[in-house]
């Protein structure tokens, strides 16, 4: 299976400032057929289930704030929120689909408040 | 609106059996893909199984092959997951997710249900 790793696990950040968030996965997600990264960022919130920010690694989707980025290929993202907001306070989770029978997340990265 | 809201979880006995249900309302059930993933308490994310929309394409995850069956009823905008041989490792919100892609599994997820506590303990 492809093993997904975020870093850091917590990260807390002052208002207003940018927050950035590694997402590594153990084998290239990147269809080159396709020339798409097989990637995608979810939100969640305590107490809700996942909100789906971007998939193909940097495509987001509607309603998600332009404060939020995501960015990289093959093994290695990003997902950036530029100016963080108090409503931002979640743990964030990539997820790799390129293995499709054998979907993988990432462990989470806390996103606080400092 | 899409909605998805999931049923069936409870306390349950190890080797206890369970069969979780995911009702499906605001859009073409019939034309998704749906999946479980399932988070224990305080820890992240495991997919566990998909079924494709007209359940032609059936995946598990290697930790409940053999022990959790997915199914559907599209007459009934439902999904079921029957989990048997329950371990105690197997306590967590199960949720159901649709595929963010109707024409053809994408296996990453658009909506998701409020999910259902499966607790397995003596």
């Known amino acids: 299976d492809i093993v997904m790793t975020q870093s850091p696990e917590y990260l807390a950040v002052s208002l207003g400032e940018r927050a950035t968030i590694n997402c590594k996965s153990s084998?290239?997600?990147?269809?080159?057929?396709?020339?798409?990264?097989?990637l995608a960022w979810y939100q969640q919130k305590p107490g809700q289930p996942p909100k789906l920010l971007f998939s193909w690694a940097s495509t987001r989707e509607t309603g998600v704030p332009e404060r939020f980025s995501g960015s990289g290929s093959e093994t290695d993202f990003t997902l950036t929120i530029s100016s963080l907001q108090a409503e931002d306070v979640a743990v964030y989770y990539c997820q790799q689909y390129y293995s499709n029978s054998r979907v993988t997340f990432g462990p989470g990265t806390k996103v606080d408040i400092k | 609106e899409v909605q998805l809201v999931e049923s069936g979880g409870g306390l349950v006995t190890p080797g206890g059996s369970l069969r979780l249900s995911c009702e499906g309302s605001?859009?073409?059930?019939?034309?998704?893909?749906i999946s479980w993933v399932r988070q224990a308490p305080g820890k992240g994310l495991e997919w566990i199984s998909s079924i494709s929309s007209s359940s032609s394409y059936i995946h598990y995850a290697d930790s409940v092959k053999g022990r959790f069956t997915i199914s559907r009823d599209n007459a009934k905008n439902s999904l079921f997951l029957q989990v048997n041989s329950l371990r105690a490792e197997d306590t967590a919100v199960y949720y159901c997710a649709r595929d963010r892609i109707g024409s053809a599994s994408s296996f990453f997820f658009d909506y998701w249900g409020q999910g259902t506590l499966v607790v397995v303990s003596s």
């Open positions: 084998q290239s997600v990147f269809y080159s057929s396709h020339n798409k990264n097989y």
């Open positions: 605001g859009f073409t059930f019939s034309a998704y893909s």
